[in-house]
């Protein structure tokens, strides 16, 4: 619907910035005539929402997230790295833990946080609701409203684990978690969720045939459950990088990256699939509408391309890793309802045991340079302000905070590639 055109002949010394700076815009098609205290009211508040709309594109989608992980021992400090997301489109962090550093250096900032509980502490968790309550006490209350805490993701990929006793101490884990976090007003509306494998469906080709494996069931159906009563997400880990592992064609290398090709069709509902990533998330939906859930949303916690690995490992490439979290994020600002995903994972972790490309899933260097251009970063004169230090609550002057968050540069990663 067309803006109305107002009739107005005097400007705030504002409104003629916002004026000056939108005039050629179809979204301001306004006739400069005469004026009324009540017609310049609306007609201001109109060019500000335009204002707002046409730089849209400079704002963090709430829809695009990164993962923290902390397994490595070169990170930037906590009080850098939010300075750099600042710079990004990136509006969500998934952690692996409750880092109290990390929580309060993202204070004031508006992006919001999905806290982890490790599978290790499970068991005292579903054993006694005082621990959970304990949890909730010193993970989460002295942090919010400050940091915007959404979620706690407890454990990680635990119904697939050998350990089937953690499996079976999950949901009780789950539920006194909730219950803590309702007991706070402040805290009640935080969701609780655990993150699940790819390896929980026992199909999922064509996606419409996605299935549970059946010997979960006694454990999933009640998580469902749980997840559908308290409208908690359904959190999976979706990786066509490792589909590809298994499928190394030329033609599956291209499905995974988003790139052209004659894609997939699934015969029962007739959609002709065009990259993987959709094919897996919609596999995970069939899997829940068998399941009884059809309306239980999907969350990925997981999704992301190393940019190196060993010999053996075909297709970790930086101009792989580029062209899927590239072409990832540009899907999903182009799709209508783009489903909420975490990419894996803000920095490298130097750290972790097994083949290279488990320590290269890095979207930046740890010297907060991006490692590729994936169309995360902002525009110049696109970046968010840097929250006051009273609001954040990182430190008392403006002085020190200069000095702990120097300025982050949008420089060109390696193999050239430019921010986005």
């Not at 290790?120 to 609701?129: M, Q």
């Not at 015969?267 to 998330?281: E, H, L, R, S």
């Not at 929250?387 to 200069?402: F, N, R």
């Given at each position: 619907?067309p803006?109305?055109?107002?009739?107005?002949?005097?400007?705030?010394?504002?409104?003629?910035?916002?004026?000056?700076?939108?005039?050629?815009?179809?979204?301001?098609?306004?006739?400069?005539?005469?004026?009324?205290?009540?017609?310049?009211?609306?007609?201001?508040?109109?060019?500000?929402?335009?204002?707002?709309?046409?730089?849209?594109?400079?704002?963090?989608?709430?829809?695009?997230?990164?993962n923290?992980?902390?397994?490595?021992?070169?990170?930037?400090?906590?009080?850098?790295?939010?300075?750099?997301?600042?710079?990004?489109?990136?509006?969500?962090?998934?952690?692996?833990?409750?880092?109290?550093?990390?929580?309060?250096?993202?204070?004031?900032?508006?992006?919001?946080?999905?806290?982890?509980?490790?599978?290790?502490?499970?068991?005292?968790?579903?054993?006694?609701?005082?621990?959970?309550?304990?949890?909730?006490?010193?993970?989460?209350?002295?942090?919010?409203?400050?940091?915007?805490?959404?979620?706690?993701?407890?454990?990680?990929?635990?119904?697939?684990?050998?350990?089937?006793s953690?499996?079976?101490?999950?949901?009780?884990?789950m539920?006194?978690?909730?219950?803590?976090?309702?007991?706070?007003?402040?805290?009640?509306?935080?969701?609780?969720?655990?993150?699940?494998?790819?390896?929980?469906?026992?199909?999922?080709?064509?996606?419409?045939?996605?299935?549970?494996?059946?010997?979960?069931?006694?454990?999933?159906?009640?998580?469902?459950?749980?997840?559908?009563?308290?409208?908690?997400?359904?959190?999976?880990?979706?990786?066509?990088?490792?589909?590809?592992?298994?499928?190394?064609?030329?033609?599956?290398?291209?499905?995974?990256?988003?790139?052209?090709?004659?894609?997939?069709?699934d015969?029962?509902?007739?959609?002709?699939?065009?990259?993987?990533?959709?094919?897996?998330?919609?596999?995970?939906?069939?899997?829940?509408?068998?399941?009884?859930?059809?309306?239980?949303?999907?969350?990925?916690?997981e999704?992301?391309w190393?940019?190196?690995?060993?010999a053996?490992?075909?297709?970790?490439?930086?101009?792989?890793?580029?062209?899927?979290?590239?072409?990832?994020?540009?899907?999903?600002?182009?799709?209508?309802?783009?489903?909420?995903?975490?990419?894996?994972?803000?920095?490298?972790?130097?750290?972790?045991?097994?083949?290279?490309?488990?320590?290269?899933?890095?979207?930046?260097?740890?010297?907060?340079?991006?490692?590729?251009?994936?169309?995360?970063?902002?525009?110049?004169?696109?970046?968010?302000?840097?929250?006051?230090?009273?609001?954040?609550?990182?430190?008392?002057?403006?002085?020190?905070?200069?000095?702990?968050?120097?300025?982050?540069?949008?420089?060109?990663?390696?193999?050239?590639?430019?921010?986005?």
């Open positions: 619907m803006l109305p055109k107002l009739l107005f002949t005097y400007f705030s010394l504002t409104e003629l910035k916002l004026y000056f700076l939108l005039k050629d815009s179809p979204l301001l098609p306004f006739k400069v005539v005469s004026f009324t205290m009540e017609q310049r009211l609306y007609r201001f508040l109109l060019i500000t929402i335009a204002f707002i709309y046409a730089f849209s594109s400079t704002n963090s989608q709430t829809y695009i997230g990164v923290y992980g902390e397994v490595a021992d070169n990170l930037p400090p906590p009080v850098q790295t939010a300075r750099l997301l600042l710079n990004t489109t990136v509006s969500k962090v998934r952690l692996y833990g409750a880092d109290p550093a990390f929580i309060q250096a993202l204070a004031g900032t508006n992006i919001s946080l999905v806290l982890g509980v490790a599978n290790g502490e499970i068991p005292a968790l579903a054993a006694e609701p005082s621990a959970a309550a304990a949890w909730v006490s010193s993970k989460i209350l002295p942090f919010i409203p400050a940091s915007s805490i959404s979620a706690i993701s407890v454990g990680n990929e635990v119904l697939t684990m050998s350990d089937q953690l499996s079976s101490q999950l949901l009780s884990a539920q006194n978690l909730r219950s803590a976090l309702s007991s706070s007003a402040a805290a009640s509306g935080i969701k609780v969720s655990t993150v699940n494998s790819m390896a929980v469906l026992a199909q999922s080709d064509p996606p419409s045939a996605g299935a549970f494996h059946p010997e979960l069931a006694a454990t999933l159906q009640p998580l469902l459950k749980f997840l559908h009563d308290g409208s908690h997400p359904f959190m999976i880990n979706p990786y066509p990088y490792f589909a590809y592992q298994s499928d190394p064609r030329p033609e599956t290398l291209a499905f995974c990256l988003f790139q052209p090709g004659p894609g997939r069709h015969p029962g509902t007739g959609i002709t699939y065009t990259n993987m990533f959709d094919a897996q998330v919609d596999a995970v939906r069939a899997a829940l509408r068998a399941a009884g859930f059809p309306d239980l949303e999907v969350v990925v916690a999704t992301g190393p940019d190196r690995g060993d053996s490992e075909a297709g970790a490439t930086i101009e792989n890793a580029e062209a899927y979290n590239g072409n990832l994020v540009a899907h999903l600002r182009n799709s209508p309802r783009p489903v909420e995903t975490y990419i894996f994972a803000l920095y490298d972790e130097d750290l972790k045991p097994g083949p290279t490309s488990e320590r290269s899933f890095g979207l930046f260097r740890t010297d907060l340079t991006p490692a590729y251009d994936a169309g995360l970063m902002k525009p110049l004169g696109g970046a968010a302000e840097w929250p006051s230090p009273v609001a954040a609550g990182l430190v008392s002057t403006p002085e020190a905070m200069e000095a702990a968050a120097p300025a982050v540069a949008c420089k060109p990663g390696r193999g050239g590639a430019a921010c986005g």
